[in-house]
């Protein structure tokens, strides 16, 4: 085993009925004034976000809220957070909902535990986080893994600068986990929570480390969970067992213990930052549509991890590494495209795009120059551009 250290406090209350311990989780944290942020009309259609202000109602916790959370998560709604937090007094963040909504609550958090610096500079890495306040989770959306990660992401819509923080400031207290919320999840929302369980764990997976067995076979046994659990979910969305082994692995494979001692790679979600943050698609969405272009043109830089894939997660062995290699990839990308996930430009819905801007892509994604990306190999701004031509079909 190479050297690690390994961090995860968040406490996770998992099952059925569990959103019923939110007020006793807050209290024990000791939450007595509570701002509740969520995203768009599915938690009120559903009546969860009823529940939980009753229960909060009545158990002696005074509470506001913040909604209007969407996709790529904005600085500006953060910001309202922050002033909302502040205004109310608020001395715990709870989100009710999915990444999107839990990144803003974690940024209003560090907002509001810091009054005198803007948010966005914690992000730009201007500034560094030294205290926030507690953040608690009610799970609605399996896919981020935000529920018991150290990472949040924004986008400032001014710039469509898409950027990530992680601290272990940002590690929820709980994380409240019933499989029964994702049952009202749109099929789309599925897949690429699906696709984004799988990234989070391919990024980790993708490494020119050796020697770290347990992280290797934890990976790959939860990349065959979700693959054949996914594909149970999509046709029967209702299905408990399913959506409870999903749900489970969104906040492992992201937590960190898919990449123990490993230097993790990450490039395929820079490249899709870049496309969230200037086209607005969903995270999960251009996660799909951007691997296959990052695998072909960066498997050669260690095809036999490439063939490990094939055998341990998909069960493929074909007559040489490179044919087993890209056997992987294209295995990787059907499944991808089975979810109704793209797997092109074209697909994402954004269309056939200018060299123009796919040299623009290419630039901020390497942040002008000032940054590699990627370990597995290291990407400049001509290995990013290539990927994008890859992609751009």
């Known amino acids: 085993m190479k050297d690690f250290n390994f961090y995860s406090p968040t406490e996770v209350i998992f099952g059925k009925d569990s959103e019923l311990k939110t007020v006793d989780e807050i209290k024990k944290h000791g939450g007595s004034r509570v701002l509740i942020v969520y995203g768009g009309g599915s938690v009120v259609k ?23 959370v969407c996709p790529n998560p904005r600085l500006s709604l953060a910001r309202k ?11 715990f963040i709870l989100a009710v909902g999915g990444g999107s909504v839990i990144d803003t609550a974690k940024a209003i958090a560090h907002g509001a535990a810091n009054p005198e610096t803007d948010i966005w500079s914690f992000w730009m890495k201007e500034v560094a986080l030294v205290k926030s306040m507690p953040v608690g989770v009610v799970l609605t959306i399996a896919a981020a893994g935000s529920e018991t990660s150290d990472s949040a992401v924004l ?3 001014v710039t469509s600068s898409k950027r990530g923080l992680n601290s272990d400031f940002n590690r929820p207290r709980f994380a409240i986990m019933n499989p029964k919320l994702l049952y009202t999840l749109p099929s789309f929302q599925l897949s690429c929570g699906i696709v984004d369980i799988m990234m989070h764990t391919m990024d980790r997976y993708f490494t020119l480390t050796e020697g770290n067995e347990i992280t290797d076979e934890i990976a790959e046994s939860l990349l065959r969970v979700v693959i054949k659990n996914g594909k149970i979910a999509m ?8 959506l409870s082994e999903i749900m489970w692995c969104g906040s492992i494979s992201h937590n960190g213990l898919t990449g123990l001692g490993a230097a993790t790679d990450f490039a395929p979600h820079q490249l899709g930052h870049e496309l969230s943050g200037k086209f607005d698609v969903a995270h999960g969405a251009s996660l799909s549509a951007i691997w296959g272009s990052w695998a072909q043109h960066c498997y050669q830089a260690k095809p036999e991890r490439f063939t490990r894939f094939a055998k341990q997660v998909w069960g ?6 490179q044919e087993t290699a ?14 109704g996930m793209p797997t092109c430009f074209t697909e994402l819905g954004i269309g056939v795009q200018s060299e123009e801007i796919l040299g623009e892509l290419a630039d901020r994604c390497v942040f002008y120059g000032k940054r590699k990306v990627g370990s597995f190999k290291k990407l400049d701004r001509e ?3 290539q990927i994008y031509k890859l992609a751009n079909r």
């Open 155 to 157: 986008t400032d819509e």
């Open 316 to 321: 493929i062995e074909k007559s040489s590494t």
């Open 46 to 68: 559903s009546g969860l976000l009823l529940k939980i202000e009753n229960s909060l109602r009545e158990g002696g916790l005074l509470f506001t809220s913040i909604g209007g």
């Open 81 to 91: 957070g922050v002033d909302a937090a502040k205004e109310f007094k608020a001395d």
């Open 235 to 242: 046709e029967d969305p209702h299905c408990y067992h399913a």
């Open 383 to 385: 290995d990013t551009y």
């Open 326 to 339: 890209r056997a992987a990839i294209d295995a990787t990308v059907e499944f991808f495209a089975a979810l």
